[in-house]
T-cell receptor
Framework: QKEVEQDPGPLSVPEGAIVSLNCTYSNSAFQYFMWYRQYSRKGPELLMYTYSSGNKEDGRFTAQVDKSSKYISLFIRDSQPSDSATYLCAGLKQGAQKLVFGQGTRLTINP | DAGVIQSPRHEVTEMGQEVTLRCKPISGHDYLFWYRQTMMRGLELLIYFNNNVPIDDSGMPEDRFSAKMPNASFSTLKIQPSEPRDSAVYFC??????????????FGAGSRLTVL
């Protein structure tokens, strides 16, 4: 079993829709959870990260972590065609350096 | 800052040839990571360095792969001999540990390797 599981999609939604991207993880030691966005033929770039459980909001993006169910979510409000990319979730143990990534979900926002 | 710089961006080679991928991390970052990305396996950590010293190479697939970091501004990933199953996008990333404890990686644009 992979430490971080993510549905690879693809996921296609109309512009303006609310998008929900989800991951599950198996390693209870993960304390940091990150979302990276990767445009086609580019390197991943950090979107946001959270520590432990809870929510974090940044503009149209909200990251949510539920450690009791080992569930990570990213919500995108008022989705735009420019949000079309692959979204990767990742977990990291406290004090560690090895970021463990999910498979990535390919998202397309249709105008 | 120019970010993490990788070269070459694209490499096509024949099976058995040596491949060398290069990376220049962000100045001041003390961690450097090499990742490999494929459709089947996603993004996998191969090796990482701290202050130019290899810390964990458990992700290196086999002895055909080697990585070096001779100084704080340069690292190489070498595959010798290359095989078709090595075809992937290889990413270099560097980071600086935040006060919060999180290690936030900045990735390069990647080197797309095709082994025929």
């Amino acid at each position: 079993q992979k430490e971080v599981e993510q549905d690879p999609g693809p996921l296609s939604v109309p512009e303006g829709a609310i998008v929900s991207l989800n991951c599950t993880y198996s390693n209870s030691a993960f304390q940091y959870f990150m979302w990276y966005r990767q445009y086609s033929r580019k390197g991943p770039e950090l979107l946001m990260y959270t520590y432990s459980s809870g929510n974090k909001e940044d503009g149209r993006f909200t990251a949510q972590v539920d450690k009791s169910s080992k569930y990570i979510s990213l919500f995108i409000r008022d989705s735009q065609p420019s949000d079309s990319a692959t979204y990767l979730c990742a977990g990291l143990k406290q004090g560690a350096q090895k970021l463990v990534f999910g498979q990535g979900t390919r998202l397309t926002i249709n105008p | 800052d120019a970010g993490v710089i990788q070269s070459p961006r694209h490499e096509v080679t024949e099976m058995g040839q040596e491949v060398t991928l290069r990376c220049k991390p962000i100045s001041g970052h003390d961690y450097l990571f090499w990742y490999r990305q494929t459709m089947m396996r996603g993004l996998e950590l191969l090796i990482y360095f701290n202050n130019n010293v290899p810390i964990d190479d458990s992700g290196m697939p086999e002895d055909r792969f080697s990585a070096k970091m001779p100084n704080a501004s340069f690292s190489t990933l070498k595959i010798q001999p290359s095989e078709p199953r090595d075809s992937a996008v290889y990413f270099c990333a560097s980071s600086l540990r935040l006060v919060s404890g999180a290690n936030v990686l900045t990735f390069g644009a990647g080197s797309r390797l095709t082994v025929l």
